[in-house]
């Protein structure tokens, strides 16, 4: 009869002692929790990019070169400083993850190969990435959160509704990441990431809608401005902050955002997969 007992009590244990993590999302916090370890010790190294220099751009873009602009070239007779804020939230957004998608990517495969070790123990590839992704966001949501009290405080968001640029920094951010993570990881030398630079990130951070309305741009550029992440971003931004954003408007913006994500996760788990699995 002991013996009997001790097996019985023996089962439960043996069926939960295998080492791995109970569950994919614990997995992936386990993942988010040691880079949240690694960036308390060195967030000075992010902390100019990320949260000083946003705010160095709106004093001198929107206080600076705002002050030769008159309201009345601006669509709802907004300050220049008003106009830019939630835009620059979004922009800065996708900034602040830039070196994360790229350079920090080709580091944990290539350089320290970080990810080598972490898929040694039960945490999967897949599990992995998304650990990535949701880092990403954090990060972004951490920038948004202190660019969004300095904007307030120097009067250039005065509505209560502009917090919800916050949370579509974060997206658009994130549903820019995903893609071009995948394609870092496939990558065993950082050469192409200029090429990404300049016919990428610039152009999304430039042309499309941030510093000026996009109908000033020529006609025939408009196509390539309604793809690119930012300007969704940048379009739900002004809305919540400024109203006047239809409903079927908002949901064709989220549903890019949320489309292009999905497939650039879809395409970054398989590609993490094939890279660290042998």
Do not use: C
Request: charged share 10%; no cysteine.
């Amino acid at each position: 009869m002991a013996a009997d007992t001790t097996r019985a009590d023996a089962a439960p244990l043996a069926q939960t002692a295998t080492g791995r993590p109970s569950g994919d999302v614990r997995a992936v916090l386990i993942y988010v929790e040691s880079r949240w370890v690694w960036y308390r010790r060195n967030w000075r190294a992010t902390a100019v990019s990320a949260f000083v220099l946003p705010v160095l751009f709106l004093l001198s873009m929107g206080f600076g070169l705002g002050s030769q602009i008159t309201p009345d070239q601006l669509p709802g007779g907004l300050t220049y400083p008003q106009f830019l804020a939630p835009a620059l939230l979004v922009v800065m957004g996708l900034q602040a993850i830039v070196h994360e998608s790229t350079y920090q990517v080709i580091d944990v495969f290539k350089w320290s190969k970080r990810h080598h070790a972490v898929v040694a123990s039960p945490i999967t590839p897949a599990q992995v990435f998304l650990g990535t992704m949701l880092w990403n966001a954090l990060l972004v949501l951490m920038a948004g959160v202190f660019f969004l009290v300095s904007a307030t405080l120097l009067g250039a968001l005065t509505s209560p509704a502009a917090a919800l640029a916050v949370p579509v920094s974060v997206l658009t951010s994130t549903a820019y990441s995903a893609p071009i993570t995948a394609f870092s990881a496939t990558r065993d030398k950082a050469d192409s990431f200029s090429t990404v630079f300049r016919l990428i990130v610039m152009p999304m951070t430039l042309f499309t809608g941030a510093f000026f309305p996009v109908e000033q741009l020529p006609d025939w550029l408009l196509p390539l401005v309604w793809i690119a992440p930012t300007w969704h971003g940048v379009e739900l931004a002004r809305g919540a902050a400024f109203g006047g954003l239809g409903a079927l408007a908002t949901l064709g913006h989220v549903a890019f955002l949320v489309a292009l994500l999905a497939v650039g996760t879809l395409i970054g788990t398989r590609v993490y997969r094939r890279r660290l699995v042998p």
